[in-house]
Structures are given as C-alpha cells and as structure tokens.
C-alpha cells in the first residue's frame, strides 16, 4: 500500500480525491487533511497568507501519523502566487517540516505538461485576470509557452466549488486553443475527477486539471506510476525521455 498525503484548503471539491482514488484501482490510499485558509479569496495578500509555512504545517503531524510517503500542497493559487522562486522555497519548507518528499500543484502541472509533451498550452482558469496572469507567468518560467488564457473572475474558492459539468465544459471551450499540445484547468476548488476522459474527447488533445495532476505528482514522488484510463492520457501515458 502507497499512502498519499495532501494538504487541501478549506471544503471545496475535496471529493474528487476519494473519487480519484477509486478511478486508480491499486494499492494507493489517498489522505487528505484540510488547512484553514483564512480569508477565502483569490486575492494576492489573501493567497499568500493560505499558503504560509505556518497553516501548511499545521497539517503535516496528521499526515505522517497516518503514514504518508509524500505530501502535496493541493493548491494552485497559493503556490504559483509565490512566484517561481518563493513557490521552491515553500515545498523545500514544506518537505523539511513533513521529513518527506513534497510539492505542490503548481509543479505538478509543471511536470505534467513535460511528461506528456505539452510545449504550448490553453489556460481555463476560474480566477480573477491578475491572478490567472501570475499563473502564466509561473508556467512561463517554466519554459512552458502559453498561447492563451481564459478567466472567469471568480473571487471565492465556495463559489467555484458550487461549479458543475455544464460550467466546466463552457470554461474548457472557451479557454482551449488550436495550436495548444494541452489545456490546463488550475485550481483544486474545481470539480474535474468526473469528466477528463470526456474533455479530452471534446477537445482532442490532453487535459491536466488541478486535483488529477495533484495525485500523480504525489505518485511520482514516490516512485509510483499507476495505469488509470478513467483520469485521462497523463495516467495512460509512457514516460516521455527527456533530450
């Protein structure tokens, strides 16, 4: 048995991690343990203080006694916020304070995108515009280019929550692009578990959501990879050999 550990903010889509787990079909358990988010706005000043050493922390004790190998910060907003730099400092804090293997969801789109390929993507985003620009401007640094971004302007992680398929299907037509390898859905308020296979069907081409690309980076911290059609070609796909 591999045990995941993730830290989720506040109660948004955190069911799609039991989903998740189910969608596997192997020996992995998923534990999850909410952090207090304080103010929930995607807002600068807000985001930084969700994703402070000091709320992360209060998490890990419950993850180590439940046995977890790695732990990923299930956030996107409050890593990539941090810039690409501060975003390193946080999971290096993150993984000296848990005495294991960490990340956050920001790299996990990142090393999504390289494992499938994806030199150019479409940015769906529920977040206000200064935000979804800072997630582009994270992926840029990167190196991956982004042909597009498309978002919504949704101040609360609640109201994203509250989002069902016909919601998450406008936002991934709207935002995807011709010349873009993937579409990336970023944020783990987002309920995405149920319709990848789906999506990608729709739109021909690989999606990475928040929460998918969440438990394959703590997968891949652990050395593990799992054969799982139902959560779309990132968990069907041979690793790529980097050049």
Known sequence: MTALGFLYPGHSAEDDYPRIEQLLGSDVRLDLVHTDIGEDA?????????????????GVEKLRMAGAESVVWACTSGSFVYGWEGAHDQVRTLALTAGMPASSTSFAFVHAAREIGAKRVAV??????????????????AGIEVVGVRPSGIITAAEV?????????????????VSADALLLPDTALHTAAHIPTLEKELGKPVLTANQVTVWEALRLTDRRVNAPALGALFTREPLVQA
């Open 161 to 177: 929550g509250t989002w069902g398929e016909a919601e998450v299907f406008a936002l991934a037509r709207e935002a995807d692009d």
């Open 42 to 58: 995607h807002r600068v000043d807000a985001l930084l203080e969700m994703g402070s050493a000091g709320r992360l922390a209060a």
């Open 124 to 141: 769906g985003a529920t977040y206000p515009d200064d935000v979804a620009d800072l997630f582009a401007e994270f992926l840029r640094a």
